[in-house]
């Protein structure tokens, strides 16, 4: 069974530099899973600016902006799979719904993370999820706003539940909120 | 003198069910005080749920948006109450005191929390509020969306110096930030 | 070298008075370098408050919305030095860029912490800075304002690794992020 650790943090809080840096501490090869669609030139630019972070290691990169599950269980030979960020994930889960006029639930994120988890628990490997925290600010006016907030927000606890190492980062630091030992 | 806990947290970062299992591990009956009125279908659901996951235990639920000092001396015979929110709390106090012309200022929360930290320290059993972190997004545009978060971060201010335990929850887990021993 | 402390925290959260007290808990002459020009009522009210929370010690209070390097080079006589804080800062150095239609990148943004981090590394005494929060909340609608979330969290980035000791205060309570000993 794998590991599964969870890294959380507000935006620019190091979140992605800090799970990169674990990533590659553990052994390679690395895959790298951007849930990311690039949209817009703003993206791009983050885009670019992480592949050259990771530009002179042993990564390979993969682009899946929905089937996690299905992306975890291809890359089972790779000891260390970095998945980022299910921030993105959940957006582009409730886009797909509002699109097909079926509005994503926390039911159905539910659903979703348990599929995810699954595949995560069993890949041989670590798998290090990426996250955002959100929930944090006033309560915003838009309902699609506050509807994100709270599928991402369910989406993860469920994760954190699932996960052996939960560590939230803020000013490039890590603060640990679980960490177990393996067995 | 009772044992005064605050529970805070982000949305949906598992805050109330973090403060309701609390809740449950400590001597029964419970008195769950909802200080939401119940005013649109979102709420309603949310109410809904909060219910159901209560309903297989010995809770007594009470609706008591204003006055939280006078509610806590009326539940003295119940060794564990919990008073689900704080964030909703202010929200009502902001709203009367607008409608009455005499906009809520942070001196005016100061007493009204010394009132209530008075109850819940006359009360022989353990109070547990939960309430919530909205300071940690951009500023708001909304002018009174900035006075709420200053009020509800002077509120949270003010809980926390007199609680004996305050623990912030982030994905479902628990950060302690304060933690006193019983003498 | 000196010690340079970072204060971090969301709005109301009490990271002022933390910063001011552990600054009051080191030796005087202490001063107060005040990042915000006074532009509205509502500011001017809190700078009233800030300042009285002050008179009784030993603070003398500048002034400096920019040049905070230079500022630190001018304090070296005194042994504590509190600056309140790099949110305004940050966002007087956007405000500046744009006005001069060449809008603050996150480069910019690490080139000025290069320099204050130099001054408060010459400075003998100690140097707390305290920041904000930001990045915790929904995405902003407003661009300018996503940009601010990301420049300020990459200035808090660049000063927690050169700090000392970092701090995230909550509900008035400290959660430590890092804690160096003296050698």
New interface residues.
Partial sequence: MSRLI?I???????KSAFAQQLAESLPGPHTYVATSPVTDP?MAERVRKHRLARENHDWQTLEEPLDLAGTLARTEDCPTVLVDCLTLWINNLMYRATNNRQPLTEEDVEEHCRAVIGAAHQHPGTVIFVTG??????????RE??L???L???C??S???AARQ?T?V????P?H??QENTP
């Fill in positions: 969870l959380t943090g507000g935006a620019r809080s190091g703003e925290e959100v929930g944090l600010g006033i309560v915003p006016e838009n706003a506050r994100f907030r709270d991402l927000g369910r993860n606890q994760l954190a539940a939960v939230l803020a000013c490039g630091l603060l909120l679980k």
